[in-house]
């Protein structure tokens, strides 16, 4: 996986066009509530501009990402429970590293390729088993 362009041969993902609420089960355990202003989308520099994983770690909220949002690992596994249908469908390259995650579900999405357009309300949590191993790392 070195050098390579994980976005190579995917489509740009527009961001989102209209204000929604992203809540979030942080790998803390911790819910956030986050109205995302699509004016203002913030900018961590990790994952896809607008993605989950972008918005969450501009908010200050805990998601793995051991790749920094490159499509590389699935660390940032997250299972979108609702507004998945507003969100950009996965590229090939995130079907294949969601197929090497831990407790894949249909729900299952990586939080940095996962582009919500604001159509919808969404609700992202870091897998439980992924939360527990969190919390036994770091206290
Ligand atoms: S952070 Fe590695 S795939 Fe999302």
Redesign the pocket.
Same mark, same amino acid.
């Given at each position: 996986m070195g050098g390579r362009n994980p976005f190579l041969g995917t489509p740009d993902v527009p961001p989102p066009t209209q204000p929604y609420r992203l809540v979030i089960v942080a790998a803390d355990g911790r819910e956030h509530t986050i109205d995302v202003d699509p004016a203002r989308v913030p900018c961590s520099g @990790? $994952?896809r501009p607008g993605s989950i =994983?972008d918005i969450a770690l501009a908010h200050g909220v805990a998601i793995? @990402? +051991? %790749? $920094? $949002?490159? %499509? +590389? %690992? +699935?660390? %940032?596994h997250v299972l979108v429970r609702t507004g998945g249908g507003s969100c950009n469908p996965p590229s090939d390259e995130e079907e294949d #590293?969601l197929d090497e995650a831990p407790g894949l579900t249909p729900h299952s999405r =990586? +939080?940095? #390729?996962c582009v919500p357009s604001g159509a919808a309300d969404v609700r992202a949590e870091v897998p439980a088993w992924n939360r527990n191993a969190v919390r036994e790392g770091h206290g």
């Amino acid at each position: 996986m070195g050098g390579r362009n994980p976005f190579l041969g995917t489509p740009d993902v527009p961001p989102p066009t209209q204000p929604y609420r992203l809540v979030i089960v942080a790998a803390d355990g911790r819910e956030h509530t986050i109205d995302v202003d699509p004016a203002r989308v913030p900018c961590s520099g @990790h $994952g896809r501009p607008g993605s989950i =994983l972008d918005i969450a770690l501009a908010h200050g909220v805990a998601i793995d @990402h +051991a %790749c $920094g $949002g490159v %499509c +590389a %690992c +699935a660390t %940032c596994h997250v299972l979108v429970r609702t507004g998945g249908g507003s969100c950009n469908p996965p590229s090939d390259e995130e079907e294949d #590293q969601l197929d090497e995650a831990p407790g894949l579900t249909p729900h299952s999405r =990586l +939080a940095c #390729q996962c582009v919500p357009s604001g159509a919808a309300d969404v609700r992202a949590e870091v897998p439980a088993w992924n939360r527990n191993a969190v919390r036994e790392g770091h206290g």
